[in-house]
């Protein structure tokens, strides 16, 4: 079972940058794809971003491509940097991982069966 866990959210002026961070609380031999998914108050989750298991390939939603960079370090940590914030960004951010058996990088949050608690972030406008 992997357990991911969400950091680095916080209440933030519109314009200024943000990095989430997710890492796994358990060493693991399997490789992961993983991703960071959105969902703010009375709206359903969504993606944000996604990487492959070596950070070859990445994807993001329309509404973030620019401003949003994802990464990773290692297996199950990965980041996402946050510039250039809107308000409309305000939302509880997942950090989510699935055993890789392919590159490809999936945006349907049912893709993904480990998830992490989420962090907040609030950007004020």
């Known amino acids: 079972q992997v357990q991911l866990v969400e950091s680095g959210g916080g209440l933030v002026q519109a314009g200024a940058s943000l990095r989430l961070s997710c890492a796994a609380s358990?060493?693991?031999?399997?490789?992961?794809?993983m991703g960071w998914f959105r969902q703010a108050p009375g709206k359903e989750r969504e993606f944000v971003a996604g990487i492959n298991w070596n950070g070859g390939r990445t994807e993001y939603a329309d509404s973030v491509k620019g401003r949003f960079t994802i990464s990773r370090a290692n297996k199950l940590t990965i980041y996402l940097q946050m510039n250039n914030l809107k308000p409309e960004d305000t939302a509880v951010y997942y950090c989510?991982?699935?055993?890789?058996?392919?590159?490809?990088?999936?945006?349907?949050?049912?893709?993904?069966?480990?998830w992490g608690q989420g962090t907040l972030a609030t950007v004020s406008s």
């Open positions: 989510a991982a699935a055993r890789a058996i392919d590159s490809v990088v999936r945006l349907q949050a049912t893709a993904y069966p480990y």
């Open positions: 358990e060493h693991t031999s399997a490789t992961y794809n």
